[in-house]
């Protein structure tokens, strides 16, 4: 269908379609929603609603590019060690805590955490550290898979009829706070932890079979994959959340980061102020986030 954009234009904070460099407001959004991406997404499924434009767009540079969705749900659902190699990269890292007494260099089923709403950023927007609180700030190149029907007990077969569309994510990690509280949702949670965006790309326009992931820190590749490379794909990965809990419209599944990050290396790598950290899906889209 096309790429859905919000957007802050001034004083106004607006839904849009992306059209090559330009955002074209939409005029006939549903009312009262809590979020209207959300909103949007349930009307569309819902009833058919199609969005309505005004008929001069604006430069994408003249606004600021917002999380798409501002409050799904639930918390943004993720995927731990969702492939191989990093599972791998993990398992000899030392952070492994969850897993330890595991000790298996991949899981036999998925690893599911959350990270708190509060944790969502625009493609653009300022990674905030708390520096009194963590010293080993990590980076997480990840496909958001955006639900659209709602659904509990979802069947494998029926999964990807309730995929509306496709973001990109950064899983932005606190590494100490991770392996000191065992779980991992303070680590994973930190306010502005989670850059998203710059748009979503609804279903029909993205052909998973192609799909790449790569990640820069400061123009240096560290990661790049294929979704091919995921342990366990995204049919998959709605049949099992919602085994458990019903998934909603606008709901954010992150699905895994691949090799790369910096607890991989040897010493680690984590990532300083002033580091600019650029995650690109081709066809869905790019996020740049600098580190304060």
């Not at 366990?232 to 909603?248: K, N, Q, V, Y």
Request: aromatic residues 6%; negative net charge; proline residues 8%.
């Amino acid at each position: 269908m096309a790429r859905f954009a919000r957007y802050r234009q001034g004083e106004s904070e607006c839904i849009g379609i992306v059209q090559q460099d330009a955002v074209h407001r939409i005029t006939n959004l549903p009312g009262g929603v809590v979020d209207p991406m959300v909103g949007m997404i349930k009307a569309n499924v819902e009833d058919g609603w199609e969005p309505q434009l005004e008929d001069t767009g604006t430069p994408i540079s003249a606004v600021e590019l917002l999380a798409p969705i501002r409050r799904p749900d639930k918390n943004v659902i993720c995927v731990g060690l969702n492939y191989h190699a990093h599972a791998s990269e993990f398992s000899s890292s030392g952070y492994d805590s969850p897993r330890e007494a595991d000790n298996r260099p991949a899981p036999s089923a998925p690893i599911v955490f959350t990270k708190a709403p509060s944790s969502l950023i625009g493609a653009h927007c300022d990674i905030v550290v708390p520096w009194n609180l963590t010293r080993e700030v990590d980076y997480e190149a990840e496909l958001a898979v955006i639900i659209g029907r709602p659904g509990r007990a979802i069947p494998k077969e029926q999964a990807m009829d309730h995929v509306w569309g496709y973001s990109v994510v950064n899983d932005v990690t606190a590494r100490d706070l991770q392996k000191t509280h065992k779980q991992w949702f303070l680590g994973k949670s930190i306010d502005t932890f989670c850059p998203m965006g710059p748009a979503i790309a609804t279903a029909d326009e993205v052909d998973l079979s192609a799909l790449e992931l790569r990640c820069w820190v400061n123009n240096e590749l560290r990661q790049d994959a294929s979704l091919k490379d995921l342990i366990f794909d995204i049919p998959t990965l709605i049949a099992t959340i919602s085994a458990s809990t019903r998934l909603e419209p606008g709901d954010i599944i992150a699905t895994g980061t691949p090799q790369g990050v910096g607890i991989g290396f040897d010493p680690p790598r984590f990532l300083a102020r002033g580091d600019r950290v650029k995650i690109e899906v081709p066809g869905v889209g790019t996020i740049e986030n600098v580190i304060t």
